[in-house]
């Protein structure tokens, strides 16, 4: 996920010069001033992916990577995560292409309407929500080298492909999220918006769901991450709640260690209502007409 302001690089990562360069510049400035005066053309933040960049180190990476953590989320993850990698037809042999006929963007357009847009690097917030009120998910396209497999401080391609992208072939997943980036992208209030922060570091990047009696992975951050992910499941350090929307936005998290607070929706539907709900409130009380997903 690219939503943290800054745009600062980390030696860890291969490829920069797929990102570098003019169009990649162009980009990341684009996107830091969206929203000011003649900044208001959220399709100027994306680049080409440039597949061709992708060493065979790139490759092995995200193969490795795959084979790791899609043993383990075969009986761990959700069964609408699990569904939706194989509706995009996400597979080992490769990074995923965002272009073309083979694109994860094929399928995904035939099944929701989402589309997984390259860019530069980090998005400031505002940014961020923008695309998402498009059904359009910022991807970072460099992946994590050999020796930083396990964690890289900033976000890259198997986080946001095979992390995130998923769940956005699930109707009711793909709606909750368009609302979630038109309401943030409405409100102004930082009361708001650190709530709304809240709500997706617990649900989109960490959240658990109860399917078949068992509470399962569907966050991008467990997703994506071997270790988090079985703490999230079976450490006793771990406070498993029952999922409240206005409780999850009243709670703080710190990023720099596994999570001990975590929780659990009862169904993604529960989450798109609630999300709805939220969002009229966060609409009326901005004096504005709703505009549905």
Not at 3 to 15: F, H
Not at 51 to 56: D, V
Not at 161 to 189: C, E, M, R, S
């Amino acid at each position: 996920m690219a939503m943290t302001e800054g745009d600062k690089k980390y030696s860890g990562s291969l490829n920069h010069a797929m990102i570098d360069g003019p169009e990649g510049h162009a980009a990341q400035e684009y996107a830091n001033h969206f929203g000011e005066p003649g900044f208001d053309d959220i399709t100027k933040v994306y680049i080409a992916q440039k597949y061709s960049g992708y060493t065979a180190e790139n490759q092995e990476s995200w193969q490795t990577l795959y084979d790791r953590q899609m043993e383990y989320l075969a009986t761990h993850a959700s069964n609408v995560y699990l569904s939706g990698a194989r509706s995009i037809n996400l597979v080992r042999e490769h990074i995923p292409y965002l272009e073309g006929p083979k694109s994860v963007n094929n399928y995904l357009a035939k099944l929701t309407g989402w589309q997984s847009r390259a860019v530069p690097g980090y998005l400031p917030a505002k940014t961020f929500f923008a695309c998402l009120a498009r059904r359009e998910f910022p991807t970072t396209v460099v992946i994590r080298p050999k020796e930083s497999l396990d964690y890289l401080p900033e976000p890259d391609i198997f986080h946001d492909i095979f992390g995130h992208v998923p769940l956005h072939a699930d109707p009711v997943f793909a709606d909750f999220l368009q609302t979630y980036g038109k309401a943030a992208l409405l409100t102004n209030d930082p009361y708001h918006t650190e709530r709304l922060a809240r709500l997706f570091w617990f649900t989109v990047e960490f959240g658990l769901i109860r399917e078949g009696g068992e509470i399962k992975l569907y966050g991008s951050g467990l997703i994506s991450s071997p270790g988090e992910s079985k703490h999230a499941l079976f450490s006793d350090k771990v406070e498993r709640r029952p999922f409240d929307l206005d409780t999850v936005c009243n709670t703080s998290f710190e990023i720099d260690h596994y999570q001990p607070i975590l929780y659990v929706l009862e169904s993604f539907g529960q989450l798109r209502d609630a999300m709805n709900s939220y969002a009229t409130r966060l609409i009326d009380a901005a004096g504005k007409v709703p505009a549905h997903a």
